[in-house]
């Protein structure tokens, strides 16, 4: 009887534990029937969005709102209600097409649509703007366009991009056909292709590309355009940037052959070329496309290449003879250089005496007019032994084409057989080129004149280079350029660096200096 009674008692808890089970188990049930009827009426998620930072850069919060709804119906009746009342909400639908689900996004602003559901995703970036994103497939392709849409001026730019991200400001990296370049939307500006970039004080951008740096404005222009290969930082706004060097090569006429050339030095090569270095190590060696020719003789200076006349023993005597002189020298120009009690003349083969032995010095023949010296003072005769150049000057020069170069203890000058000024000017120093061509020097300045005396080019440079050609290499400021012999100017002085090619008769001009270019960072 006990027994019978124990076992109905447990049979009854039994019973009661079960339906206790079964009410939980109901209530749960209502509980997750009702959550989920409520998501599907209004499935709002509010989100603050923080656009995406990127490593070592300042990124400015955009805060707008997320929404998702399950189909549009849904999201209609959420529009028709004026739910959206934050300034910028995202709205993306998932639903179903044919059994395939699917995803579009739209951005909504003080309850109106302004940006369709035509993109699979869109990210909220800078003030008023959107990534947005679509994928386009086709039976052989699939790829995805991303766009940078505003949302109150209604632009897109769209570059075919395949991703977009957004740094900070108005700034963006965008990534098309493999290259990457920054973008500026306020500017709308497009960077070059970069590899990698850090900010500088907020103020600039350093940009790599193969090792080699750039400087940009936040606003993608450049600041430092030609690349250097590092950025030195010695204090909070003192930069020095170490440029690479830029070159221009020039043939001697003006035409330019090659355009910045970039490396770190350029160096002639044996042969009709140039070998061009980077970081130390020949970078490779470039050949000219011409081989040059000189057919024009080099100068020779005057008085070198005159050797003693051989007199036969019947002529030296018959001019001893007749003149009596103490020795004779040399020939020059089909005369004979005697010298006679201490003083020089000149006479013929046959000893008639031409120029008589009364100057303490006589030099050879040139251009007809030969140069003497008297009580320490220089003139020139003719052969006709007329002086038309009293002594007078501390040196004279040989003349050449009508014209003589010479100095009168304070001043350089270029005279005519009569002795006239020809420039009716004065220089402080005078130097022969290699064509014969003279540079005249005038308080630190540098000109040209040509082989007879006349100004080419007055002193107003600080260099000039003749190089047998009608172009001229001329220096002003500390940088060189290129003119011609009528002063007309082939290229403004923008080169720090000049070297002439003599074996291909090229000019080799570089753009940027080799010191570091030190900037200095303005403080906000």
Same mark, same amino acid.
């Given at each position: 009887?006990?027994?019978?009674?124990?076992? $109905?008692?447990?049979?009854?808890?039994?019973?009661?534990?079960?339906?206790?089970?079964?009410?939980?188990?109901?209530?749960?049930?209502?509980?997750?029937?009702?959550?989920?009827?409520?998501?599907?009426?209004?499935?709002?998620?509010? %989100?603050?969005?923080?656009?995406?930072?990127?490593?070592?850069?300042?990124?400015?919060?955009?805060?707008?709102?997320?929404?998702?709804?399950?189909?549009?119906?849904?999201?209609?009746?959420?529009?028709?209600?004026?739910?959206?009342?934050?300034?910028?909400?995202?709205?993306?639908?998932?639903?179903?097409?044919?059994?395939?689900?699917?995803?579009?996004?739209?951005?909504?602003?003080?309850?109106?649509?302004?940006?369709?559901?035509?993109?699979?995703?869109?990210?909220?970036?800078?003030?008023?703007?959107?990534?947005?994103?679509?994928?386009?497939?086709?039976?052989?392709?699939?790829?995805?366009?991303v766009v940078i849409h505003n949302a109150r001026t209604k632009k897109i730019v769209s570059i075919r991009a395949s991703a977009i991200q957004y740094i900070s400001g108005s700034l963006y990296v965008v990534h098309v056909r493999g290259k990457k370049m920054l973008y500026n939307s306020t500017?709308?500006?497009?960077?070059?292709?970069?590899?990698?970039?850090?900010? *500088?004080?907020?103020?600039?951008?350093?940009?790599?590309?193969?090792?080699?740096?750039?400087?940009?404005?936040?606003?993608?222009?450049?600041? %430092?355009?030609?690349?250097?290969?590092?950025?030195?930082?010695?204090?909070?706004?003192?930069?020095n940037a170490v440029l690479f060097n830029e070159w221009d090569i020039y043939k001697n006429t003006g035409e330019k052959i090659f355009s910045k050339l970039n490396c770190d030095s350029l160096q002639i090569a044996a042969g009709h070329g140039w070998n061009i270095y980077r970081n130390d190590?020949?970078?490779?060696?470039?050949?000219?496309?011409?081989?040059?020719?000189? *057919?024009?003789?080099?100068?020779?200076?005057?008085?070198?290449?005159?050797?003693?006349?051989?007199?036969?023993?019947?002529?030296?005597?018959?001019?001893?003879?007749?003149?009596?002189?103490?020795? *004779?020298?040399?020939?020059?120009?089909?005369?004979?250089?005697?010298?006679?009690?201490?003083?020089?003349?000149?006479?013929?083969?046959?000893?008639?005496?031409?120029?008589?032995?009364?100057?303490?010095?006589?030099?050879?023949?040139?251009? $007809?007019?030969?140069? %003497?010296?008297?009580?320490?003072?220089?003139?020139?005769?003719?052969?006709?032994?007329?002086?038309?150049?009293?002594?007078?000057?501390?040196?004279?020069?040989?003349?050449?084409?009508?014209?003589?170069?010479?100095?009168?203890?304070?001043?350089?000058?270029?005279?005519?057989?009569?002795?006239?000024?020809?420039?009716?000017?004065?220089?402080?120093? %005078?130097?022969?080129?290699?064509?014969?061509?003279?540079?005249?020097?005038?308080?630190?300045?540098?000109?040209?004149?040509?082989?007879?005396?006349?100004? *080419?080019?007055?002193?107003?440079?600080?260099?000039?280079?003749?190089?047998?050609?009608?172009?001229?290499?001329? #220096?002003?400021?500390?940088?060189?350029?290129?003119?011609? #012999?009528?002063?007309t100017i082939i290229c403004k002085p923008v080169y720090d660096q000049f070297i002439y090619d003599s074996t291909n008769n090229c000019l080799l001009l570089k753009h940027i200096i080799q010191t570091p270019l030190l900037f200095v960072m303005p403080k906000q």
């Amino acid at each position: 009887m006990t027994y019978s009674i124990w076992r $109905n008692n447990l049979n009854k808890s039994y019973v009661t534990r079960g339906r206790h089970i079964r009410f939980l188990l109901a209530f749960f049930l209502c509980v997750f029937a009702i959550l989920t009827s409520q998501a599907q009426t209004d499935t709002s998620i509010q %989100i603050s969005v923080d656009s995406v930072s990127l490593k070592k850069t300042p990124v400015q919060a955009n805060t707008v709102f997320y929404r998702r709804f399950s189909s549009e119906q849904l999201f209609a009746t959420a529009l028709k209600k004026k739910s959206f009342t934050t300034p910028y909400c995202i709205v993306s639908i998932t639903d179903t097409l044919g059994g395939v689900s699917r995803k579009r996004s739209g951005v909504v602003f003080a309850n109106k649509l302004i940006i369709p559901f035509q993109y699979d995703s869109i990210t909220a970036a800078a003030k008023d703007e959107f990534i947005c994103t679509e994928y386009l497939a086709g039976r052989r392709f699939f790829s995805r366009n991303v766009v940078i849409h505003n949302a109150r001026t209604k632009k897109i730019v769209s570059i075919r991009a395949s991703a977009i991200q957004y740094i900070s400001g108005s700034l963006y990296v965008v990534h098309v056909r493999g290259k990457k370049m920054l973008y500026n939307s306020t500017a709308q500006k497009f960077s070059a292709q970069l590899d990698t970039y850090t900010f *500088i004080d907020t103020l600039f951008i350093l940009t790599s590309v193969a090792e080699e740096h750039k400087l940009l404005h936040t606003d993608c222009s450049s600041f %430092i355009s030609s690349p250097f290969k590092e950025l030195i930082h010695s204090n909070d706004s003192v930069y020095n940037a170490v440029l690479f060097n830029e070159w221009d090569i020039y043939k001697n006429t003006g035409e330019k052959i090659f355009s910045k050339l970039n490396c770190d030095s350029l160096q002639i090569a044996a042969g009709h070329g140039w070998n061009i270095y980077r970081n130390d190590s020949m970078f490779f060696r470039n050949y000219s496309s011409f081989y040059y020719e000189n *057919i024009v003789k080099p100068f020779v200076p005057v008085g070198t290449n005159h050797c003693a006349a051989v007199i036969d023993k019947f002529d030296y005597d018959t001019m001893k003879m007749r003149i009596n002189f103490d020795t *004779i020298f040399h020939q020059s120009d089909y005369l004979y250089l005697y010298r006679k009690v201490g003083k020089y003349g000149y006479c013929d083969t046959i000893g008639n005496v031409k120029i008589a032995h009364q100057y303490d010095t006589i030099t050879d023949w040139h251009d $007809n007019m030969a140069a %003497i010296r008297m009580k320490n003072k220089w003139g020139y005769v003719t052969k006709r032994e007329q002086m038309t150049v009293q002594p007078y000057y501390t040196k004279a020069l040989p003349f050449a084409n009508g014209a003589a170069a010479v100095y009168d203890g304070k001043k350089w000058m270029f005279i005519n057989k009569d002795g006239k000024n020809i420039n009716s000017v004065s220089y402080d120093s %005078i130097k022969q080129t290699v064509s014969g061509k003279w540079y005249v020097h005038n308080k630190g300045l540098t000109g040209l004149c040509d082989i007879d005396g006349r100004e *080419i080019i007055p002193p107003m440079y600080q260099y000039l280079l003749d190089t047998q050609a009608d172009v001229l290499v001329y #220096k002003t400021e500390g940088l060189y350029g290129l003119i011609a #012999k009528d002063r007309t100017i082939i290229c403004k002085p923008v080169y720090d660096q000049f070297i002439y090619d003599s074996t291909n008769n090229c000019l080799l001009l570089k753009h940027i200096i080799q010191t570091p270019l030190l900037f200095v960072m303005p403080k906000q």
